[in-house]
Structure formats: structure tokens, C-alpha cells
């Protein structure tokens, strides 16, 4: 059983940035994939990012690439979503999850455990 708690969401301006973590319980957090996804008000959950168990390869939705880094550190049970440039349709209750066996890491449904969620909001 793994348990997950995100941190570092708030109120931020747009061009501003923020960091989220996602501090997991248990000591086989690495051998899971991890992913954050996000539920804007009115919207369907959609994925963000996710990350291989090493951290060797990363996946972005469209809509964050290249302004939204994921990163893992396994000695500390923690992943990261660095998000730089950020836009006021960025907005939303950011989640992060983990799978113990994903074939896609786009879809929700492939991911075991999630975390409670962290706000995020970003002002025009």
C-alpha cells in the first residue's frame, strides 16, 4: 500500500511559477510509476505528466510542454511538478498518483493509488 500527499499549490500570477511534491508512504515507492494530473472546476480529470520508475523517461500533455517539468527523487519517496510560465487556464486541483503496473500513462484508470490533491490557482 502506497500513501500520497501533495504540497506546494497556491495562488500564483500568471508568467509565475510554482512546485508541487508529492511525498509518498511505503518502501517500494520506486518501483511505481508516477503521474499528476488535474481537475479544473466543471472539467473531467486530465493528465499532466508522468514519470518511469527510475526517472529515466518523462511524457507531458500537450498542453504543458515545455513550461511543466515532473521529476522523482526515490531516496526521498518524493515526485515533483515543476511548473514555470504559468497561465490562468493552468488553474485547477492538481493530483498526483502512482500505478504499479501502467500501460498508459495518460489514462486515469491505470494508476492505483492517488493523492488527496493540491489547489492551484493562477490570476490573470
Known amino acids: 500500500q502506497v500513501q500520497l500527499v501533495e504540497s506546494g499549490g497556491g495562488l500564483v500570477q500568471a508568467g509565475g511559477s510554482l512546485r508541487l511534491s508529492c511525498a509518498a508512504s511505503?518502501?517500494?515507492?520506486?518501483?511505481?510509476?508516477m503521474g499528476w494530473f488535474r481537475q479544473a472546476p466543471g472539467k473531467e480529470r486530465e493528465f499532466v505528466a508522468a514519470?518511469?520508475?527510475?526517472?529515466?523517461?518523462?511524457v507531458y500533455a500537450d498542453s504543458v510542454k515545455g513550461r511543466f517539468t515532473i521529476s522523482r527523487d526515490n531516496a526521498k519517496n518524493t515526485v515533483y511538478l515543476q511548473m514555470n510560465s504559468l497561465k490562468p487556464e493552468d488553474t485547477a486541483v492538481y493530483y498526483c498518483?502512482?500505478?504499479?503496473?501502467?500501460?498508459?500513462?495518460?489514462?486515469?484508470?491505470?494508476?492505483?493509488?492517488w493523492g488527496q490533491g493540491t489547489q492551484v490557482t493562477v490570476s490573470s
Open positions: 498518483a502512482g500505478g504499479r503496473a501502467i500501460t498508459s500513462y495518460y489514462s486515469e484508470g491505470e494508476y492505483d493509488y
Open positions: 511505503g518502501r517500494t515507492f520506486s518501483i511505481y510509476p
Open positions: 514519470i518511469t520508475r527510475s526517472g529515466s523517461s518523462t
